[in-house]
């Protein structure tokens, strides 16, 4: 008996670590997410809104995340779920950035990488990233336990060198076109059924002023319920940046220890 | 009347095409495509950025010819290896990952060796290679990834009632999809 429980809370442990990998996209949508609890409020305020006026203004939005560990995962592979999940960036666009952080506690060490959307990749190459923000500018103030200084500063010069690349155009849901996708296979065989037998004895019992409104009910239904449930539909959440976009994120960035 | 009930049924097989997943699995088959090219693409990155890579480590390390060359050659290998997205079969996928898993094999060697000239590790151009080439292989993990979950959404969904019935009919088969490496299950050994 003892066994089975034992068991049975292996296995409920186990999947409870494997759904705990990624953390859910933050509801109120928030660009700073200080999981680890390195940042002051006040740093948190200031680069929250540091950051959600450059997403007001050029629509890139660069999301920053320190957490305590990485489950085991590689930091860039993290990174990349993360954005992808969360859906940092205009979809279409891919303009997202993920900075994350984890901090060094103890005998491990501390880590960085900074994912740029498919969009991205053309400014901020990955040696760029490299170099001008994590090598010169994050390392060496996170040596010294200064994480906000080590982030701001990063931050500035990605802005700096994407300030550029997009602007902030009213951006517009592309609604797609669904058609007629929506009717299922057994009605169709139904109304086949339908109109085949039914022509037989359509003096009895089928006029077609009657079977009109039929169809058309059916192409009305089968045409309305077509809608991509998108995070970036709806502003007045609370981030004052109008919500993650959906962007997409292929693999550039770069990142590094101490 | 007849002339009647054959519009009525070229109607409702139109209705039969768009409605029942026909359009969906046409366009779900052309996502498979374009991200089997968006692999190519990646693969294609790491390779242009090999020549550079090479050249650069001679300036400094002009007698590890040896693995220069090694990396030479299983780049030409990789580079020979291109499948069509239509052709993509177990067979040809193994193809080409082992002559891509070649490349990388070479590829960790020269790192290995580079190690052992401090000067080289010092230069900016090749600390900036560097740094693509790590990129390129996110690239590559992300891309190979987004087509293993593009193909797994393809053949869900060709293989669901009712577009079971019929995908086969209109030639909508069964893709393949990347394994993970042979031997990545097991943890590289160190040895000091």
């Known amino acids: 008996m003892k066994k089975i429980l034992i068991t049975l809370l292996a296995i409920f442990s186990l999947t409870a670590v494997l759904n705990a990998q990624i953390p859910e996209r933050p509801n109120p949508p928030r660009l700073v997410n200080d999981f680890a609890g390195v940042l002051s409020k006040n740093e948190f305020s200031n680069l929250e809104e540091t950051l959600e006026s450059f997403a007001r203004q050029t629509s890139t939005q660069i999301v920053v995340v320190t957490v305590a560990d990485f489950d085991g995962q590689d930091k860039a592979e993290y990174a990349f779920d993360l954005g992808e999940k969360w859906g940092v960036g205009q979809k279409g666009k891919d303009n997202g950035i993920v900075v994350l952080l984890k901090p060094k506690t103890g005998n491990s060490r501390g880590e960085v990488f900074v994912a740029s959307g498919y969009g991205l990749e053309g400014v901020l190459p990955d040696a760029i990233i490299n170099r001008d923000v994590v090598d010169n500018e994050m390392i060496p103030r996170f040596k010294q336990n200064d994480y906000y200084g080590g982030l701001a500063a990063g931050l500035d010069v990605i802005m700096s060198i994407t300030r550029g690349e997009y602007t902030a155009e009213q951006y517009k849901e592309k609604v797609e076109t669904g058609g007629a996708a929506g009717i299922p296979f057994v009605f169709i065989i139904f109304i086949l059924m339908f109109v085949l037998f039914g022509r037989r004895r359509r003096g009895r019992f089928y006029s077609p002023g009657k079977n009109l ?16 449930g ?17 962007g997409s994120f292929g693999g550039g960035g770069a990142g590094g220890s101490w | 009347m007849k002339r009647f009930g054959i519009v009525l049924i070229a109607v409702v097989s139109a209705f039969l095409f768009s409605s029942c997943g026909y359009n969906k699995m046409v366009e779900m088959d052309e996502q498979v495509t374009s991200q089997w090219a968006q692999v190519e693409n990646v693969y294609q990155r790491r390779a242009d950025l090999i020549p550079n890579l090479v050249n650069t480590v001679k300036g400094y390390a002009a007698h590890e010819q040896e693995t220069l060359e090694g990396v030479i050659e299983a780049r030409s290998k990789a580079t020979s ?4 997205a239509n052709k993509l079969t177990p067979e040809t996928l193994k193809q080409f990952t082992q002559a891509q898993d070649g490349l990388s094999s070479a590829l960790s060697r020269l790192m290995v060796v580079v190690e052992r000239y401090p000067d080289l590790k010092a230069n900016q151009n090749f600390l900036d290679l560097q740094a693509q080439l790590e990129g390129t292989e996110n690239r590559i993990t992300q891309e190979r990834k987004k087509f293993n979950e593009t ?13 079971v019935i019929y995908s086969g009919w209109f030639g909508f088969d069964k893709k393949t999809y990347f394994e993970a490496q042979q031997g990545a299950e097991k943890a590289p050994e160190v040895q000091f």
């Open chain 1, 213 to 228: 409104p039929f169809w058309l009910a059916l192409g009305m239904m089968s045409g309305s319920h077509r809608s991509s």
């Open chain 1, 230 to 246: 998108s995070f970036g539909n709806f502003s007045s959440g609370g981030g004052g940046f109008g919500g993650f976009g959906g």
């Open chain 2, 81 to 84: 290896v291109n499948i069509d």
């Open chain 2, 151 to 163: 193909t797994q959404a393809y053949n869900a969904y060709i293989r669901k009632f009712p577009q």
